[in-house]
């Protein structure tokens, strides 16, 4: 399992997160999740399923790239 969690500190709303992770399904499938919203709150989820890991890591990349083009960065 692999984690990368960003940060976007000064927000009006507050602290924002942007979490990728990459983990096994029970079906031998990879899995990405992502998850983000703002620190304290519920967040939204969203999981997207791969036949390997390689395309699952180029996916998470992918995710995290968008992001930090956004503004999130690691604390």
Request: proline share 3%; glycine share 8%; charged share 25%.
């Amino acid at each position: 399992m692999a984690i990368c969690i960003l940060y976007m500190p000064s927000v009006k709303s507050g602290p924002r997160y942007y979490r990728v992770e990459i983990a096994m399904t029970l079906f031998e499938e990879v899995s990405v999740m992502l998850q983000w919203g703002i620190s304290g709150g519920q967040g939204q989820t969203k999981v997207h399923t791969f036949d390997n890991l390689r395309e699952a890591s180029t996916a998470a990349d992918r995710f995290r790239r968008r992001a930090q083009r956004r503004g999130y960065a690691r604390d």
